[in-house]
């Protein structure tokens, strides 16, 4: 079956330190997303991606940076990690076309102390 | 810029009842999309609404979408103990490959 998977699955790092987490999907979906989830705000989109090459900033992507080598792939970087990067983080795939649903990974929970 | 409004935010009710959550928005999108989620997991989606008067059901849930008053509705009838859960609405941003704008959420609990 398809699925998407993420990982690590939790992280604790120090501030300043680069992290990156990992976004496979097997759906061979062309749009591929990343959000963050805090009390109180829901889900914001981090960055996002059409294709292979292509990224896009969202609503919250400072601090943050994607890559897209392939169609499975879209790791997320956090250059210098911050307090206020502490959160839950999903990765979210779709296809390129309608109804363009999303599907959700299990998601990483990033502490950053 | 996209903002989403859901109402309430939380939600005690009583096994039986029914109820509606309410999911504004603030400008033009006609695409909406309600995903369930419950405690430490992902979101699950539960209704994609492609169009103006959509409407789509799922045993004990109805969603509705009117792209005209930037409204949508997820309907719970006879609420059970399992339908507790935190229910996000979220719009289409644009396009269909930019991403959505949540909703904060609306966390349900439904006691015996």
């Known amino acids: 079956d398809a699925e998407i998977t993420q990982s690590p699955r939790h992280k604790i790092t120090e501030t300043g330190r680069q992290v990156t987490l990992a976004c496979h999907q097997t759906?061979?979906?062309?749009?591929m997303f990343w959000y963050r989830q805090d009390l109180g705000h829901g889900l914001r989109l981090i960055h996002y991606s059409y294709g292979v090459q292509d990224t896009n900033k969202g609503e919250v992507s400072d601090g943050y940076s994607v890559s897209r080598s392939n169609t499975e792939d879209l790791p997320l970087t956090l250059e210098s990690a911050a307090s206020s990067q502490t959160s839950v983080y999903f990765c979210?795939?779709?296809?390129?076309?309608?109804?363009?649903?999303?599907?959700f990974g299990p998601g990483t929970r990033l502490t950053v102390t | 810029e996209l903002k989403v409004e859901q109402n309430p935010l939380f939600l005690s009710m009583q096994e039986g009842k029914n109820y509606t959550i309410y999911c504004n928005y603030s400008t033009t999108s006609d695409r909406l999309y309600w995903y369930r989620q419950d405690p430490g997991k992902s979101l699950e989606s539960l209704f994609v609404?492609?169009?103006?008067?959509a409407v789509k059901q799922e045993g004990r849930l109805m969603a509705s979408l009117d792209t005209k008053a930037r409204l949508s509705t997820l309907h719970i009838t006879a609420a059970v103990h399992d339908l507790s859960a935190t229910y996000f609405c979220?719009?289409?941003?644009?396009?269909?490959?930019?991403?959505?704008?949540f909703g904060k959420g609306t966390h349900l609990i439904i006691q015996p």
């Open positions: 609404l492609l169009s103006n008067g």
């Open positions: 759906w061979n979906h062309n749009n």
């Open positions: 979220a719009p289409l941003r644009g396009g269909g490959a930019d991403g959505l704008t």
């Open positions: 979210a795939s779709s296809a390129g076309q309608e109804p363009y649903e999303q599907y």
